[in-house]
């Protein structure tokens, strides 16, 4: 639709709640862990990434038929969440949705700095943002970051990036330029959201936007500290949260336990409770991020139902449609490698 007219929550959340019933859930991943990449393509064709297989078959198979078939699954989903919607949701959903355009800038950074073939590039994108496919095209084959700055003069991510290019050439490390991309898109994310003091569907969403930042901010200040690299996670801290401040979070990354317990005593202690158990048992980075991302699945959950005309069973829906793809392309992934039933699941988010 577009960004004129009223706003249609009650129509756009009905259709959400519908595909929400068809996501998969705990019983399917129990079936695909145990499938081989060819049985699982097969399942999937029985599910809402009927027609990307079906599209994409006669040219893919294995697990690049999956991974193919998700991102396109993702991408036409999504599409359909603008087409559904109108005036002043339509306008939020769009904004949030350029997570992907951010999401295929860094994958195309990422290109340029380990050199890879276009191909690899072009296999990692999700076309489900605003960037149309001549951009993306363009992203895919340019050679090198100052024709990335370049192409994306004018967007939200120009001015930023051309910024941070500097910096990347003087560390030599992605930091600075993944960082400045989230910047930009969660800068443009908040314009014209209002203030999450209050009641009603506006600051419904602004909370949940504080709360997507400030589990952002912890998990790049862990990556960060646990990197090695000598680098101030206070430097990459994206404004807009409320947990912590720049100079705390420095200090919590380097300390999981006081991290776990600065997040427990915060407004999301007590519906994170089960959640932040998790996060406290996590014995890597990579567990730690997970715990996270079922946190924030949770979160997103909550506002849903507290807030049922507003933005955020939108937001609930696409969090949750992206993580069902992150969990099969893992499941076929680990699969492929040879990895049994029980490694596989402790790869997965599922809440």
């Known amino acids: 639709m577009s960004t004129t007219g009223s706003s249609n929550p009650e129509y756009v959340n009905a259709r959400v709640s519908a595909r929400r019933a068809t996501l998969f859930d705990e019983e399917d991943y129990r079936k695909l862990v145990r499938m081989s990449p060819d049985e699982i393509t097969r399942y999937m064709e029985e599910s809402t990434y009927q027609g990307p297989i079906n599209r994409l078959g006669s040219r893919f198979s294995g697990v690049d038929l999956i991974e193919y078939a998700l991102n396109a699954g993702l991408a036409e989903t999504f599409d359909e969440l603008l087409a559904w919607a109108d005036g002043r949701l339509y306008e939020q959903v769009a904004r949030y949705l350029r997570k992907f355009d951010a999401w295929n800038v860094k994958t195309a950074v990422r290109g340029v700095y380990v050199d890879a073939e276009s191909d690899a590039v072009e296999?990692?994108?999700?076309?489900?943002?605003?960037?149309?496919?001549?951009?993306?095209?363009?992203?895919?084959?340019?050679?090198?970051?100052?024709?990335?700055?370049?192409?994306?003069?004018?967007?939200?991510?120009?001015?930023?990036?051309?910024?941070?290019?500097?910096e990347y050439e003087e560390s030599g490390t992605l930091v600075p330029l993944e960082n400045a991309i989230d910047r930009a898109y969660y800068e443009n994310l908040f314009e014209g959201v209002t203030s999450a003091a209050g009641a009603g569907p506006e600051s419904a969403y602004a909370e949940y936007l504080q709360a997507e930042i400030d589990f952002r901010n912890a998990r790049n200040a862990l990556r960060l500290a646990r990197s090695g690299a000598d680098v101030d996670p206070a430097e990459y801290y994206i404004e807009g949260g409320t947990l912590f401040d720049p100079e705390e979070?420095?200090?919590?990354?380097?300390?999981?336990?006081?991290?776990?317990?600065?997040?427990?005593?915060?407004?999301?202690?007590?519906?994170?409770?089960?959640?932040?158990?998790?996060?406290?048992?996590a014995d890597s980075l990579i567990g730690f991020e997970q715990a996270l991302e079922a946190a924030l699945l949770e979160h997103s959950r909550n506002a849903a139902h507290a807030h049922p005309m507003s933005v955020c069973p939108v937001i609930a829906f696409v969090l949750a449609k992206e993580r069902e793809a992150d969990n099969i392309r893992a499941i076929a992934r680990g699969t492929e490698a040879g990895l049994d039933p029980d490694e596989i699941r402790a790869e997965l988010v599922v809440r």
């Open 249 to 281: 979070l420095s200090t919590l990354a380097r300390d999981t336990e006081q991290l776990v317990e600065r997040i427990r005593g915060s407004q999301y202690g007590d519906e994170l409770s089960a959640a932040l158990d998790e996060l406290a048992e």
């Open 123 to 166: 296999d990692d994108l999700i076309r489900a943002g605003e960037f149309d496919d001549a951009m993306l095209d363009r992203l895919v084959e340019a050679e090198s970051i100052e024709a990335i700055v370049d192409l994306l003069d004018g967007t939200v991510f120009g001015d930023p990036l051309a910024a941070a290019a500097e």
